[in-house]
């Protein structure tokens, strides 16, 4: 199955503006995450997804193509559908949407996600890994838990699983899973999710995934081993991100 990487990019972050075009060593950050997705060899191609001319001016001396999208689109994922049903990319079977502030993004977490679609298993994928008891109380941190096939049986900023008896600590503590925003569809389910309206839960927990799971899309979570690396969306996510890059890039070599 071919896949198309899609990386939104908007300018419009409230707790971060500019974004995309904000410098990580030096370059627009959005173009740092369209060079990891390159090199990472997961995707057969891959392209950002703007309604910011601004942005697309700003990328494309540096090589990644950009294909300018609606304004009105209210998430990343309508963006990355209307890219994945122009003309141009109908021959791609499987689509890969990689947020622009993941710059650290990891092949397992990419290999993960499409995995559950290319699988066959799962019309939708998706990344978890194993985390501290300690992110359950920190609502920044989306939580996931999944059944025993590794499809995802909810997503909440809450403490999931509950720890009911104190007994079973040890227990939860196997159980405790963060969810890791990458996505992968297949072509009709993305188009299915985006022809869905705003679910009630995805509008209480401001988590959109949740809307095909209310439909009965099934979505596949594939469980890694690594942790996840600092996605930016603050200015102090970015001053971290700029001291770690020269160490990330020669790790990554």
Known sequence: MKTLAVIPARLGASRLPRKPLRLLAGLPLVVRVWQRVQALNVASHCVIATDSDEVAKAVRPHGAEVVLTSPAHSSGTDRVAEVAARPEFLSFDAILNVQGDEPFVSAGALRGAVSQV?????????????????????????????????????FSRAAIPFLRDAAEAPLRSTRVWQHIGVYAYARPALAQWVSLPPHPLERIERLEQLRPLAAGLAMGVALIEEQPGIGVDTDEDLRRANADWNAFEERTR
């Open 118 to 154: 290319t699988s066959g298993q799962f019309p939708l994928g998706t990344v978890a890994v194993r985390a501290d008891d300690a992110v359950l109380d920190e609502p920044s941190v989306v939580k996931v838990v999944a059944a025993d096939d590794g499809r995802a049986m909810y």
